[in-house]
């Protein structure tokens, strides 16, 4: 028992939990534009639900990388992170448009093959940009740009 205590201290005291859980909602975007290209690519419907699946792991995770941010904001750094209003607003977006993929594409399963196929695509790409532009804001924090 003890050594759990001591883990789940290392968590959540020792390093901030946000960097932990940051990085799915990066890697599951990059990893699902990255295998919606191979689809297009190859014409591979198998490739598209993995991209799918990427896509719908994100849009759960996203919710608790910002839970986590904000919460570090509020306990290390007393409410004035660097940036952290547009982060919050930049993660809300993302949140958002991703859901709203994730809903469209699971009410239309053959969103890929549709006259908005190019729509799809474009709105994986904007993901990716808004996750990597959170990525760049979260290195200020960190790093002190």
């Not at 859980?21 to 689809?39: C, D, K, Q, R, Y």
Request: aromatic share 12%.
């Amino acid at each position: 028992m003890a050594l759990i205590l001591k883990i789940i201290h290392a968590l959540l005291v020792v390093q901030p939990p946000h960097p932990l859980f940051v990085h799915f909602p990066i890697a599951l975007i990059s990893t699902a534009l990255f295998f919606l290209l191979l689809a297009l690519w190859k014409k591979s419907d198998i490739l598209e639900k993995v991209a799918f699946a990427n896509l719908c792991l994100a849009a759960v995770s996203i919710p608790v990388a910002g839970f986590f941010g904000i919460r570090d904001n509020a306990v290390i750094f007393k409410g004035v992170a660097p940036n952290h209003v547009a982060k919050i607003i930049i993660a809300s977006i993302l949140f958002v448009v991703t859901s709203a993929t994730v809903l469209l594409r699971w009410k239309n399963p053959n969103l890929f093959h549709s006259r908005y196929k190019a729509l799809y695509l474009a709105t994986h790409i904007l993901l990716f940009v808004l996750v990597a532009v959170q990525g760049f804001l979260g290195a200020i924090i960190v790093y002190g740009f």
